[in-house]
């Protein structure tokens, strides 16, 4: 029907349905008037009244048939129709609650899981920022070194310079993550806080509920503007809500600063998986970072930054501008730029928050939850199958009483849409209490402090809609397939089916077993690869003992210390603590191996190695106090480690790692030889072994170690050999941290180990789901063979009596069925095992060390779907093999 | 159904576009002109008339409205919309042609 059709005939549709009996009335009185005419007409033509009356009513036809012909042409409206179906399709699942229940709960599940993970992808990767304006056209912006896939940081100059010259971008801010300790009580507190340029909060359109954001200039000069702004999640927790907040000070990283602002309810700032709770403006960053005053050094890279683009502009296009200027820097200033670019990132990629490690999780997810929602449909229409085969007889008369076949499919969807849209409401329900259970699934101790919410906007709930009219449509079509085969005799014929009988019927069903079986045999497949990874990248060994050493912390800088007073200090911890019985060794060092922080690098130069005309060889290190590669059980290849008396005054030296030495000596010792780091030459005393140094998963790098003295970091991390429990040490720690300084506090003492598994969480996380979907998975297929089984059994019963009458005994019965039953799972898991071939490729990044094709992970898949297979099958074989002859043949 | 009949059926619709694109009318005075025009080889009984213009109202091709008519009762008269004066147009330039074509082959298998 065309738009303008609808135009003409909309009035009369609409007269129709909403008046009806109006309608009814006319088409009455017309058809009288009709007769009237008639009869006056016969009359005149010389008629008895009688006659005339009996030839009008001989010529038009009953008045009432006529009546019940214009109601038809009229035609019910679709509406009208829906309405009907509707209301007789819910008095049908009203009258089979067994059925209509089990129906929505599959469908629930299905659902849930598929709108939960809808609302986790919106919350996290597609809007992640609450209250944060124009999400859509929110890019990050990072930097990228030449050789090096991963992104970067930018300079502050660098930055001015693209905001400047970036005509096809509307504004661009600077966001840096940072943290300042709270000391309560005896522990240390660590709260999130951004660094961010002064046009910030303007540049997201949030506004403060009290006081002000940052003013232009706010930004510039060197520990100048000691402002803060903080969250309202942060005003109520730790102010306790005060009306009088603005004015007042807070000290953060042992500065005092000038509370300015309260941003309003809800925003959570802009770093995916923490909630921010202050903000300080970039002058205020060497404060927080320490290293000295970096917003005229294009070298010194530490902005997190994001643009929005003009509306309009394709990211490709930035891209193209954003690139020449980069282009344009690396020629300007070689020394600081040279093989480095600018890149944007879409929000779901942005390279330094938990995005990136979120996504590849998401995305399988995605496909995952897909599968159960197939599996689910597939078990509903399964039922809906049976249900039309029990509602057979009421299709056939519906058939012979004239209902088209077109509109016995519009009944059996409308019961669909039923089913699907109260399993839509039920997901809804299900993906609201689920939406911020992703952070649950993380181990505690990472998950604190984690800040990762699902989303249920529109796009989730018009996301879901479209799940449940999909649904509708599956689920629908399934048992309106069987439509095909209803004939207006076909129930007068008399029933014959058996166990391995192959009509229509069982062929769809045993199809849709089959199906279910794939699909669950590929998440078992997935489950079991991402479960041998995650146990893969655990075990391995990062190069570094993790059972026996702790790592904490000592609040410095909330104290107070400046460097050489940190220097005196830490000095005399390592030198107390070594006296401490069970405490083999301690050391410092700026970063501890895979955790929050990241590691310095510098640009490096090696006498003999030339490097190419583009590269800019950088390598990240580490700053280490004496004894730190033997309290962490790094080994030591050649040469020696630091000293207590390579410090400050003594000459500068190096520890290079394996992988540096085979790179740029070729392989040669270069013990004795020297190293060029940020512009000084340092002498190399020592070769160690390669660890890991940011993730379980990366491969062998570069690395180096320079000595903490020499390089001074205020706030290092302390690590302890230790052969007793995390107690004992932490309380021997804390005692003799109090006895140098009662005004210091400790930070959350954890063992090596525990980092590794805070680091390998987003494994954890990705195991956890596809083991739980997975489970979901097998339980509903598995009731889906148990349907198809018992279902098949209660058909032929009269098969299998006579069958035992002849001669069958109980176990071969049994064995019948069962051998069905696994023949469908034989043909699930052949299918399934050729699309897992295929798609477990996918999981790609989520796999450590293991091949995803390995056979012995496909195996005991197999194993656990065949067991599983079995035990559905289990009892309706055993109630064939309980038939009783007797009573069958004599029904 | 017979394939005559069917014929009848389909050119009912045009017979009645046709009738009302000529003036207004109520059911009874449409099957009166029907009777007149087509005499008795196309017997359209009153009987399918009514069933046909409310097919024809809610295809949006006519339109009807309760007014006076000659002998001052009010009735029900019909009369073509813009779509359906281009559907007759349509209808009948197609008819034109395929009735042509019929012809021509009829004619070719006398000859």
């Given at each position: 029907m065309n738009l303008e059709q609808l135009f003409y005939s909309l009035p009369f549709r609409f007269r129709s349905f909403f008046h009806r009996s109006q309608v009814d009335q006319e088409m009455q009185a017309e058809l009288h008037q009709h007769l009237d005419q008639q009869i006056s007409e016969n009359i005149a033509k010389g008629m008895s009244a009688e006659?005339?009356?009996?030839?009008?009513?001989?010529?038009?036809?009953?008045?009432?048939?006529?009546?019940?012909?214009?109601?038809?042409?009229?035609?019910?409206?679709?509406l009208e129709d829906f309405m009907q179906d509707f209301r007789y399709g819910f008095r049908q699942l009203w009258r089979s609650p067994g059925f209509s229940v089990l129906a929505v709960m599959c469908l629930t599940l299905g659902i849930g899981a598929n709108t939960a993970v809808f609302s986790w992808m919106e919350g996290i990767l597609f809007r992640p920022y609450p209250l944060v304006a124009h999400q859509e056209r929110l890019f990050a912006v990072g930097g990228t070194v030449q050789g090096q896939s991963n992104g970067d940081f930018l300079s502050w100059p660098d930055f001015l310079d693209l905001r400047r010259n970036c005509t096809l971008c509307d504004d661009a801010f600077v966001t840096s993550i940072t943290g300042s300790t709270l000391n309560i009580g005896d522990h240390a507190e660590v709260t999130t806080g951004s660094i961010v340029s002064a046009n910030y909060f303007d540049a997201i359109a949030v506004h403060p509920?009290?006081?002000?954001?940052?003013?232009p200039g706010e930004d510039v000069g060197s520990n100048s503007h000691p402002v803060v702004v903080i969250s309202y999640q942060f005003w109520r927790n730790h102010f306790k809500?005060?009306?009088?907040?603005?004015?007042?000070?807070?000290?953060?990283?042992?500065?005092?600063?000038?509370i300015i602002g309260v941003t309003p309810e809800g925003f959570y700032g802009t770093f995916v998986g923490r909630e921010i709770q202050f903000w300080v403006p970039a002058s205020m960053e060497e404060t927080f970072h320490g290293g000295g005053y970096k917003l005229e050094d294009r070298g010194a890279r530490w902005i997190e930054s994001y643009a929005y683009l003009k509306p309009g502009v394709s990211r490709a296009q930035a891209q193209e501008q954003i690139s020449a200027f980069a282009a344009r820097l690396q020629n300007d200033y070689p020394a600081t730029n040279r093989g480095r670019s600018?890149?944007?990132?879409?929000?779901?990629?942005?390279p330094f928050n938990h995005a990136g490690e979120l996504l590849p999780i998401l995305e399988v997810m995605v496909a995952v939850v897909a599968f159960v929602l197939l599996i689910a449909c597939a078990n509903v229409g399964n039922l809906l199958l049976v249900r039309a085969f029990v509602r057979r007889h009421e299709m056939s008369v519906r058939l012979a009483v004239g209902a088209n076949r077109l509109r016995l499919v519009k009944q059996l969807l409308t019961e669909g849409l039923i089913l699907s849209a109260l399993g839509t409401a039920g997901g809804l329900l299900v993906a609201y209490f689920c939406r911020h259970a992703l952070v649950l699934l993380l181990p505690t101790g990472v998950g604190a402090g984690m800040y990762l919410p699902g989303q249920m906007d529109a796009r989730v709930i018009a996301m879901s809609v479209g799940v449940c009219l999909l649904v509708t449509l599956i689920v629908g079509i399934i048992p309106a397939f069987q439509t095909r085969h209803l004939d207006v005799a076909g129930p007068l014929k008399a029933d014959s089916s058996s166990v391995v009988g192959a009509r229509g019927r069982a062929r769809m069903r045993s199809a849709l077993v089959v199906f279910q079986v794939s699909l669950s045999f590929i998440l078992l497949v997935g489950a079991a690869l991402l479960l041998e990874s995650l146990q893969k990248i655990?075990?391995?060994?990062?190069?570094?003992?993790t059972r026996g050493v702790a790592v904490t912390g000592v609040s410095l800088v909330a104290a107070g210390y400046d460097i050489p007073r940190a220097r005196t200090f830490q000095n005399e911890l390592i030198d107390r603590l070594n006296g401490l019985p069970g405490i083999e060794s301690a050391a410092f060092a700026s970063v501890t191996p895979l955790g929050y922080m990241t590691y310095p690098s510098s640009p490096i130069a090696v006498d003999g190695y030339q490097p190419s005309p583009d590269e800019q060889p950088e390598i990240e290190y580490n700053r280490v106090g004496p004894n730190y590669l033997a309290t962490l059980g790094i080994p030591l290849l050649s040469g020696r480690e630091f000293a207590r008396n390579d410090d400050e005054n003594a000459p500068l030296v190096a520890i290079v790692n394996r992988t540096m030495m085979m790179r740029y000596w070729r392989g040669q010792d270069p013990v004795g030889l020297r190293l060029q780091v940020k512009g000084h030459w340092v002498r190399i005393v020592g070769v160690v072994a390669d660890s890991?140094?940011?993730?379980?998963?990366?491969?062998?790098?570069p690395f180096f170690y320079v000595p903490l003295h020499q390089d001074p970091s205020r706030e290092p991390e302390l690590n302890i050999r230790t052969t007793q429990s995390l107690?004992?040490?932490?309380?021997?720690?804390?005692?003799?941290?109090?006895a140098l300084d009662e005004n210091l506090a400790l930070y959350e003492v954890i063992t090596l180990q525990e980092q590794v598994n805070r680091a390998t969480s987003p494994q954890l996380v990705a195991v956890t789901l596809v083991s739980i979907l997975g489970g979901l998975a097998l339980i509903l297929s598995a009731v889906g063979l148990y349907g198809v089984m018992s279902y098949a059994v209660?058909?032929?019963?009269?098969?299998?009596?006579?069958?035992?009458?002849?001669?069958?005994?109980?176990?071969?019965?049994?064995?019948?069925?069962?051998?069905?039953?696994?023949?469908?799972t034989g043909a699930g898991v052949l299918f399934g095992t050729v699309i897992a071939l295929a798609l477990t490729r996918l999981l790609g990044k989520l796999l450590y060390n293991v091949s995803p094709h390995d056979p012995v992970l496909f195996g005991s898949a197999l194993v656990v779907m065949t067991i599983t297979a079995i035990a559905a099958c289990l009892l309706p074989a055993w109630r064939a093999a309980r038939t009783d002859p007797a009573r069958v043949l004599r029904n | 159904m017979s394939k005559p009949s069917d014929l009848v059926q389909g050119t009912l619709d045009m017979l009645i576009l046709k009738i009302l694109a000529l003036e207004p009318l109520n059911g009874w005075a449409i099957s009166q002109r029907l009777k007149q025009i087509s005499s008795e080889v196309l017997a359209v009984s009153d009987g399918s008339l009514y069933p046909a213009l409310q097919k024809l109202e809610r295809l949006g091709w006519i339109r009807s409205e309760w007014k006076p008519s000659e002998n001052n009762r009010r009735a029900k008269f019909y009369s073509p919309t813009r779509l359906g004066r281009k559907e007759l147009e349509k209808e009948t330039a197609n008819w034109n042609r395929v009735s042509a074509a019929i012809s021509g082959i009829v004619q070719l298998e006398e000859a």
């Amino acid at each position: 029907m065309n738009l303008e059709q609808l135009f003409y005939s909309l009035p009369f549709r609409f007269r129709s349905f909403f008046h009806r009996s109006q309608v009814d009335q006319e088409m009455q009185a017309e058809l009288h008037q009709h007769l009237d005419q008639q009869i006056s007409e016969n009359i005149a033509k010389g008629m008895s009244a009688e006659e005339a009356r009996r030839a009008a009513v001989l010529s038009l036809g009953g008045v009432t048939q006529i009546e019940q012909r214009c109601r038809d042409a009229r035609g019910g409206t679709l509406l009208e129709d829906f309405m009907q179906d509707f209301r007789y399709g819910f008095r049908q699942l009203w009258r089979s609650p067994g059925f209509s229940v089990l129906a929505v709960m599959c469908l629930t599940l299905g659902i849930g899981a598929n709108t939960a993970v809808f609302s986790w992808m919106e919350g996290i990767l597609f809007r992640p920022y609450p209250l944060v304006a124009h999400q859509e056209r929110l890019f990050a912006v990072g930097g990228t070194v030449q050789g090096q896939s991963n992104g970067d940081f930018l300079s502050w100059p660098d930055f001015l310079d693209l905001r400047r010259n970036c005509t096809l971008c509307d504004d661009a801010f600077v966001t840096s993550i940072t943290g300042s300790t709270l000391n309560i009580g005896d522990h240390a507190e660590v709260t999130t806080g951004s660094i961010v340029s002064a046009n910030y909060f303007d540049a997201i359109a949030v506004h403060p509920i009290l006081g002000r954001t940052f003013q232009p200039g706010e930004d510039v000069g060197s520990n100048s503007h000691p402002v803060v702004v903080i969250s309202y999640q942060f005003w109520r927790n730790h102010f306790k809500g005060d009306p009088q907040i603005i004015g007042k000070t807070q000290r953060l990283k042992n500065v005092v600063h000038t509370i300015i602002g309260v941003t309003p309810e809800g925003f959570y700032g802009t770093f995916v998986g923490r909630e921010i709770q202050f903000w300080v403006p970039a002058s205020m960053e060497e404060t927080f970072h320490g290293g000295g005053y970096k917003l005229e050094d294009r070298g010194a890279r530490w902005i997190e930054s994001y643009a929005y683009l003009k509306p309009g502009v394709s990211r490709a296009q930035a891209q193209e501008q954003i690139s020449a200027f980069a282009a344009r820097l690396q020629n300007d200033y070689p020394a600081t730029n040279r093989g480095r670019s600018i890149k944007l990132w879409s929000l779901w990629e942005t390279p330094f928050n938990h995005a990136g490690e979120l996504l590849p999780i998401l995305e399988v997810m995605v496909a995952v939850v897909a599968f159960v929602l197939l599996i689910a449909c597939a078990n509903v229409g399964n039922l809906l199958l049976v249900r039309a085969f029990v509602r057979r007889h009421e299709m056939s008369v519906r058939l012979a009483v004239g209902a088209n076949r077109l509109r016995l499919v519009k009944q059996l969807l409308t019961e669909g849409l039923i089913l699907s849209a109260l399993g839509t409401a039920g997901g809804l329900l299900v993906a609201y209490f689920c939406r911020h259970a992703l952070v649950l699934l993380l181990p505690t101790g990472v998950g604190a402090g984690m800040y990762l919410p699902g989303q249920m906007d529109a796009r989730v709930i018009a996301m879901s809609v479209g799940v449940c009219l999909l649904v509708t449509l599956i689920v629908g079509i399934i048992p309106a397939f069987q439509t095909r085969h209803l004939d207006v005799a076909g129930p007068l014929k008399a029933d014959s089916s058996s166990v391995v009988g192959a009509r229509g019927r069982a062929r769809m069903r045993s199809a849709l077993v089959v199906f279910q079986v794939s699909l669950s045999f590929i998440l078992l497949v997935g489950a079991a690869l991402l479960l041998e990874s995650l146990q893969k990248i655990r075990t391995t060994s990062p190069g570094f003992s993790t059972r026996g050493v702790a790592v904490t912390g000592v609040s410095l800088v909330a104290a107070g210390y400046d460097i050489p007073r940190a220097r005196t200090f830490q000095n005399e911890l390592i030198d107390r603590l070594n006296g401490l019985p069970g405490i083999e060794s301690a050391a410092f060092a700026s970063v501890t191996p895979l955790g929050y922080m990241t590691y310095p690098s510098s640009p490096i130069a090696v006498d003999g190695y030339q490097p190419s005309p583009d590269e800019q060889p950088e390598i990240e290190y580490n700053r280490v106090g004496p004894n730190y590669l033997a309290t962490l059980g790094i080994p030591l290849l050649s040469g020696r480690e630091f000293a207590r008396n390579d410090d400050e005054n003594a000459p500068l030296v190096a520890i290079v790692n394996r992988t540096m030495m085979m790179r740029y000596w070729r392989g040669q010792d270069p013990v004795g030889l020297r190293l060029q780091v940020k512009g000084h030459w340092v002498r190399i005393v020592g070769v160690v072994a390669d660890s890991k140094y940011e993730s379980m998963a990366e491969s062998p790098k570069p690395f180096f170690y320079v000595p903490l003295h020499q390089d001074p970091s205020r706030e290092p991390e302390l690590n302890i050999r230790t052969t007793q429990s995390l107690q004992t040490t932490m309380a021997a720690v804390l005692r003799e941290v109090h006895a140098l300084d009662e005004n210091l506090a400790l930070y959350e003492v954890i063992t090596l180990q525990e980092q590794v598994n805070r680091a390998t969480s987003p494994q954890l996380v990705a195991v956890t789901l596809v083991s739980i979907l997975g489970g979901l998975a097998l339980i509903l297929s598995a009731v889906g063979l148990y349907g198809v089984m018992s279902y098949a059994v209660a058909q032929s019963r009269r098969e299998l009596g006579l069958r035992m009458a002849l001669g069958a005994r109980a176990d071969n019965l049994l064995r019948l069925v069962l051998s069905r039953g696994l023949r469908l799972t034989g043909a699930g898991v052949l299918f399934g095992t050729v699309i897992a071939l295929a798609l477990t490729r996918l999981l790609g990044k989520l796999l450590y060390n293991v091949s995803p094709h390995d056979p012995v992970l496909f195996g005991s898949a197999l194993v656990v779907m065949t067991i599983t297979a079995i035990a559905a099958c289990l009892l309706p074989a055993w109630r064939a093999a309980r038939t009783d002859p007797a009573r069958v043949l004599r029904n | 159904m017979s394939k005559p009949s069917d014929l009848v059926q389909g050119t009912l619709d045009m017979l009645i576009l046709k009738i009302l694109a000529l003036e207004p009318l109520n059911g009874w005075a449409i099957s009166q002109r029907l009777k007149q025009i087509s005499s008795e080889v196309l017997a359209v009984s009153d009987g399918s008339l009514y069933p046909a213009l409310q097919k024809l109202e809610r295809l949006g091709w006519i339109r009807s409205e309760w007014k006076p008519s000659e002998n001052n009762r009010r009735a029900k008269f019909y009369s073509p919309t813009r779509l359906g004066r281009k559907e007759l147009e349509k209808e009948t330039a197609n008819w034109n042609r395929v009735s042509a074509a019929i012809s021509g082959i009829v004619q070719l298998e006398e000859a």
